[in-house]
T-cell receptor, first 113, second 116 residues
Framework: DQQVKQNSPSLSVQEGRISILNCDYT??????FLWYKKYPAEGPTFLIS?????DKNEDGRFTVFLNKSAKHLSLHIVPSQPGDSAVYFC????????????FGKGTKLSVIP | EAQVTQNPRYLITVTGKKLTVTCSQN?????MSWYRQDPGLGLRQIYY???????DKGDVPEGYKVSRKEKRNFPLILESPSPNQTSLYFC???????????????FGPGTRLTVT
């Protein structure tokens, strides 16, 4: 059973517009979420996170929104830039001590110049 | 520079030929982990280690072994590789001290393995 779901495998956005990447989760025990970005031929790198005590966290062009009642979070990128083209993974700490990360399947974002 | 390194980056091998993928981190992290990434399946955890001589299975451990004899190293061993282990493998590490809310893991650059 997939506990973290990213239902859109891909997304194309024009440069300068907003990119919205979505993530749903089923485990109500999850209380922290992270977004990772992955370029081809590189490992994933941490982008932004949010704790369940917040509903929004912002870092420059990146904002993550959390809707606990809907078990839904989204990553907004404004404005989108060609360098943002990558695969984005949503993840939640899980397991004993919450040291493991449960990942979604990822969304490939393409920002068109 | 803080980093996780993996070797080799690319490997083509044949079914049944034992291989080891090395992973090393220079951040003195207690926790290390191996993931595999497959198209349409995202990142799935293979094995993890909470500290030296402490390892445990992740979600997809079949066909893999690990060892943690030193804090900085966490090799992944495929004793008899099969074609279904063709994948992109990532090693990751994180600290278990400090704020419990800091859940970031640091990933290596990946090892692309092809088993024919």
């Amino acid at each position: 059973d997939q506990q973290v779901k990213q239902n859109s495998p891909s997304l194309s956005v024009q440069e300068g517009r907003i990119s919205i990447l979505n993530c749903d989760y089923t485990n109500s025990m999850f209380d922290y979420f992270l977004w990772y970005k992955k370029y081809p031929a590189e490992g994933p790198t941490f982008l932004i996170s949010i704790s369940s005590i917040k509903d929004k966290n912002e870092d420059g062009r990146f904002t993550v929104f959390l809707n606990k009642s809907a078990k839904h979070l989204s990553l907004h990128i404004v404005p989108s830039q060609p360098g943002d083209s990558a695969v984005y993974f949503c993840a939640a700490p899980s397991g004993a001590g919450s040291y493991q990360l449960t990942f979604g399947k990822g969304t490939k974002l393409s920002v068109i110049p | 520079e803080a980093q996780v390194t993996q070797n080799p980056r690319y490997l083509i091998t044949v079914t049944g030929k034992k291989l080891t993928v090395t992973c090393s981190q220079n951040m003195n992290h207690e926790y290390m982990s191996w993931y595999r990434q497959d198209p349409g399946l995202g990142l799935r955890q293979i094995y993890y280690s909470m500290n030296v001589e402490v390892t445990d299975k992740g979600d997809v451990p079949e066909g893999y072994k690990v060892s943690r004899k030193e804090k900085r190293n966490f090799p992944l061993i495929l004793e008899s590789p099969s074609p279904n282990q063709t994948s992109l493998y990532f090693c990751a590490s994180r600290s278990t001290s400090g704020s419990p809310l800091f859940y970031e893991q640091y990933f290596g650059p990946g090892t692309r393995l092809t088993v024919t």
